[in-house]
């Protein structure tokens, strides 16, 4: 069974870089692709991109400028950054295994 | 970007409804298309796929359709734990978008 677990930093001050991790356990870490995907209180949801396991990736134009995903298939881990954070970031975010399994979510707020 | 757009945006039905919402993409997208329910304080879950394709450990009472440009969720006698929010998401192109969703609230 497919769980992802994941964390980072839940409160950010203006112009920080948000950063998660999100580990794969139980399951291949090969041959899928795996997401980003962020929803603003009480808002919907908003597909921020996803990489693979080679590491190649495809993001939302929208915030292509400032976002990296990168992955460390020693650890079946991706990751998320997101630079120049404002206000407008805070949301939940949710890694997930192309859209089929999901993490928890971790709540990222930015503010000053 | 393709522009996925949801109605309604909210209905109110009992147990036992028959409950359909569409979802209505601004260019022909095949049958790429997911449904999700998310319920307050949980991740999305995955309910359909390739439009009408049932993810595995759903209850066959959730059935989608359609093709093209629009398409439907069906939930045939809803169950009380079916009261939720669903959202549609397109994976013909990139990026992949999601509907404003549907809140299906207790009458």
């Known amino acids: 069974q497919v769980q992802l677990q994941q964390w980072g930093a839940g409160l950010l001050k203006p112009s920080e870089t948000l950063s998660l991790t999100c580990a794969v356990y139980?399951?291949?870490?090969?041959?899928?692709?795996w997401s980003w995907i962020r929803q603003p209180p009480g808002k919907g949801l908003e597909w921020i991109g996803e990489?693979?396991?080679?590491?190649?990736?495809n993001y939302n134009p929208s915030l292509k400028s400032r976002v990296t995903m990168s992955v460390d298939t020693s650890k079946n881990q991706f990751s998320l950054k997101l630079t120049s954070a404002t206000a407008a970031d805070t949301a939940v975010y949710y890694c997930?295994?192309?859209?089929?399994?999901w993490g928890q979510g971790t709540l990222v707020t930015v503010s000053s | 970007a393709i522009q996925m757009t949801q109605s309604p945006s909210s209905l109110s039905a009992s147990v036992g409804d028959r409950v359909t919402f569409t979802c209505r993409a601004s260019q022909g997208i095949g049958n790429d298309l997911a449904w999700f329910q998310q319920k307050p304080g949980k991740a999305p879950k995955l309910l359909i796929f390739?439009?009408?394709s049932l993810q595995s450990g759903v209850p066959s009472r959730f059935s989608g359709s359609g093709s093209g440009t629009d398409f439907t969720l069906t939930i045939s006698s809803l169950q009380p734990e079916d009261f939720a929010t669903y959202y549609c998401?397109?994976?013909?192109?990139?990026?992949?978008?999601f509907g404003q969703g549907t809140k299906v609230e207790n009458k």
């Open positions: 990489i693979n396991h080679s590491g190649n990736t």
């Open positions: 997930a295994r192309e859209l089929s399994h």
């Open positions: 390739s439009a009408s």
């Open positions: 139980g399951g291949s870490f090969r041959g899928y692709y």
């Open positions: 998401l397109q994976d013909y192109n990139y990026p992949r978008t």
